[in-house]
C-alpha cells in the first residue's frame, strides 16, 4: 500500500504537495517590510528629537545672547554716551549686530525715546542670535538714565596751564576720599580732556591718568551742560544754597545744632572730613549765579562736597583754599589754585578760549565715589531700567 508521505529510495521525506508550498517567500518579505517600517520610523523620529533639541539649543543661545546685549549695553551706556543718539522725543538708534566671546552669539541693540519732551525714558530692544543657526529671541526693557558723570579729573575746552609748580597734582586714578565709606575703585580715567585744537602746558607738577591727556575731537558745550537726565538749568533750579555777587568772601563748613546738621545754614557746604558726623551725609547744589567773573575768597579751612555750579568764571583769591568733595562746573574759565584740594571732577567750559590755570600746590583726584555720592539725588550714575528687570518680547 503507498502513500504521498513515502519515503523515497536516499531515505529523506519527500517535498509535500499542496497550498502550503509556496507561503514561505512573502511571510519573509513582509517580515523586512515591517522591519523596513520600524526602522525609517526610528530614524524619524530621532532626527525629529534631534531637530527639536537643536532648535531648542539655539532658541535658547539666543535668548541668552540678547540678556548679554541687555547687559552689556546698560553697563556701557554712561561711558558711550548712547543717549545722545537720540536727541528728541521719536528717535531711534540702531546700534548693529555685535559679536559675543567663544560661542559666535551675537545681539543687536534698538533704542527709541519714548518720553513726550520732559524726562527722558528709552525703550530699549535687544535681538539675540546663536550665529550660524539664525536661532533668534529677543527682549526690552524701559530705562531711564540718571546723571551722567563726567570722564575725567578735569575736562576743558579752553587755554590751559596745568600743573605749573612741582607741588601741584591732577590725578585721574580713582581715588576714594579718605576715611570715606566707598565700594572698591574703578578704572583710571583721563587726568585732563580737552577739546581739539586746545593749547595746554604741562608744566612741572604730577599728571597722572589714562591716559594723562585726552583730546575729545567731538567736544562741544553740551559737554558742560547736558548729563543725561538732567541739564545745568535742572541743576540752577534745584540749588539748595544760591550766591548772587560777583565777588564773595565767606566762611563755609558744617554747622550743627542740637547734634542735627543745619541744613538752612546759609553757607553749610556739609562735612566730608568727618564720616559719621551729622552733616557728612549733605552734599547740596551751591550756586554762583553772577553773570559777571566771580571771585571767591574763602577763610581758611573751608570745607564743603556737593556740586558747585559757576555761571561765569571761576576765579579763587590768592589768600585762599578750599577742600571740595564731588563736582564744580563752571560755564567759562577756571583758575582753580592757592592750595586747593578737589575730590571728584572739575568742569570749564572757556567757550572764549581764555587762559585758565591750576597750580600753587593744588591737587584734584578724581574720585567716583565722590561723585556718585555728591549726585545720588539726582538718580545716580548710567541708566536704571524702570520696570525692574527686561521682558522677552514674543515673536
Known amino acids: 500500500m503507498h502513500t504521498s508521505s513515502a519515503w523515497n529510495e536516499r531515505g529523506s521525506r519527500p517535498v509535500q504537495d499542496g497550498p502550503e508550498r509556496g507561503m514561505a517567500l512573502p511571510i519573509v518579505l513582509l517580515a523586512l517590510v515591517v522591519l523596513s517600517v520600524i526602522a525609517v520610523t526610528s530614524i524619524q523620529t530621532a532626527g525629529r528629537e534631534r531637530e527639536a533639541g537643536g532648535g531648542s539649543l539655539q532658541s535658547t543661545t539666543a535668548f541668552y545672547a540678547a540678556e548679554a546685549g541687555a547687559h552689556q549695553v546698560i553697563a556701557e551706556w ?65 530705562l531711564r538714565p540718571g546723571f551722567r558723570l563726567p570722564r575725567a579729573a578735569f575736562t576743558t ?35 585732563v580732556e580737552v577739546a581739539a585744537g586746545t593749547a595746554v602746558m604741562q608744566g612741572f607738577g604730577a599728571l597722572v591718568g589714562n591716559p ?6 567731538t567736544m562741544g558745550s553740551a559737554r558742560f551742560t547736558d548729563f543725561g537726565a538732567y541739564t545745568y538749568a535742572d541743576l540752577v533750579a534745584m540749588a539748595d544754597k544760591t550766591y548772587p555777587d560777583s565777588l564773595v568772601t565767606i566762611s563755609v563748613g558744617p554747622v550743627e545744632s542740637g547734634g542735627v546738621c543745619d541744613t538752612g545754614a546759609v553757607n553749610n557746604w556739609g562735612d566730608p572730613l568727618n564720616p559719621g558726623s551729622p552733616c557728612a551725609d549733605y552734599f547740596p547744589i551751591i550756586h554762583f549765579s553772577s553773570p559777571n567773573n566771580v571771585q571767591v575768597a574763602l577763610q581758611a579751612g573751608s570745607i564743603g562736597q556737593g556740586i558747585l555750579l559757576f555761571d561765569s568764571r571761576l576765579d579763587q583769591d590768592a589768600t585762599t583754599g578750599l577742600n571740595f568733595h564731588g563736582l564744580i562746573i563752571s560755564q567759562q574759565r577756571c583758575d582753580f589754585e592757592h592750595y586747593s584740594t578737589l575730590y571728584g571732577a572739575l568742569l570749564c567750559s572757556n567757550p572764549l578760549n581764555g587762559a585758565q590755570q591750576n597750580f600753587n600746590h593744588t591737587s584734584i583726584y578724581y574720585s567716583r565715589c565722590a561723585l556718585e555720592k555728591a549726585t545720588a539725588r539726582l538718580g545716580g550714575n548710567g541708566v536704571r531700567v524702570v520696570q525692574g528687570t527686561w521682558k522677552e518680547l514674543s515673536r
Open 78 to 142: 554712561d561711558s558711550a554716551r548712547y543717549d545722545t543718539l537720540t536727541p528728541n522725543p521719536g528717535d531711534s538708534a540702531a546700534l548693529g549686530w555685535r559679536l559675543l566671546p567663544d560661542n559666535g552669539a551675537a545681539f543687536r541693540a534698538v533704542i527709541h525715546r519714548v518720553d513726550d519732551g520732559g524726562d527722558k525714558l528709552f525703550n530699549l530692544i535687544v535681538e539675540g542670535s546663536d550665529g550660524p543657526h539664525e536661532g533668534q529671541r529677543a527682549v526690552g526693557a524701559l
Open 157 to 191: 575746552r579752553g587755554t590751559v596751564s596745568l600743573v605749573e609748580d612741582t607741588a601741584s597734582s591732577i590725578v585721574g586714578t580713582d581715588t576714594n576720599p579718605p576715611g570715606w565709606s566707598c565700594d572698591s575703585t574703578g578704572p583710571a580715567v583721563p587726568a
Open 212 to 217: 594723562a591727556i585726552r583730546i575729545d575731537s
